[in-house]
T-cell receptor
């Protein structure tokens, strides 16, 4: 049983496509976090949110607390967006999804 | 310079050896964490520390120990390494100003292989 489920596990898109990655969780949370992990392994924080929506450049993250669901959207996708995107939640402890591997083809 | 550094970046060792992974941070954060990442699994918490005098076990602490030598340093030890401890290990830090979950900043990772 995984407290955080992401879908899809793998995603291939053409450059310019609109991309959506989904995250569902089963525990009560104080915040949700989207992380990006590049092929070299390094992990960077994209968003932390506890309600509503946040936007940074071409990235948009939304969360619906009642439905225990969050989405990460990438508009006008580019090959440099290719990475693993990880959803993480803070409950009584930290839980991480297994990640969505995104490949954007030129 | 990176805010969170880990040494070594890569390590190959043999079963039964003692290994120490080190983490240093210049962010001035009180909270530090050690995670491991395995293919097909999410990051899993090994140990965490909310300040120098506070050490807590995470989800998978068996076979590991930690030391918080200073606010800036948090080391992870494998007393007797075994092959199923082969993984990518991450150190992370977070601030504690609000008392709630805050953004975590990750180190570059240490790839450990136990033969």
């Amino acid at each position: 049983k995984n407290e955080v489920e992401q879908s899809p596990q793998n995603l291939t898109a053409q450059e310019g496509e609109f991309i959506t990655i989904n995250c569902s969780y089963s525990v009560g949370i104080s915040a949700l976090h989207w992380l990006q992990q590049h092929p070299g392994g390094g992990i960077v924080s994209l968003f932390m949110l506890s309600s509503g929506k946040k936007k940074h450049g071409r990235l948009i993250a939304t969360i619906n607390i009642q439905e225990k669901h969050s989405s990460l959207h990438i508009t006008a996708s580019h090959p440099r967006d290719s990475a693993v995107y990880i959803c993480a939640v803070r409950s009584n402890q930290f839980y991480f999804g297994t990640g969505t591997s995104l490949t954007v083809i030129p | 310079d990176a805010d969170v550094t880990q040494t070594p970046r890569n390590r190959i060792t043999k079963t039964g050896k003692r290994i120490m992974l080190e983490c240093s941070q210049t962010k001035g954060h009180d909270r530090m964490y050690w995670y491991r990442q395995d293919p097909g699994l999410g990051l899993r918490l090994i140990y965490y520390s909310f300040d120098v005098k506070d050490i807590n076990k995470g989800e998978i602490s068996d076979g590991y120990s930690v030391s918080r030598q200073a606010q800036a340093k948090f080391s992870l030890s494998l007393e007797s390494a075994i092959p199923n401890q082969t993984a990518l290990y991450f150190c992370a830090t977070s601030d504690d100003t609000s008392g709630s979950y805050n953004e975590q900043f990750f180190g570059p990772g240490t790839r450990l292989t136990v033969l």
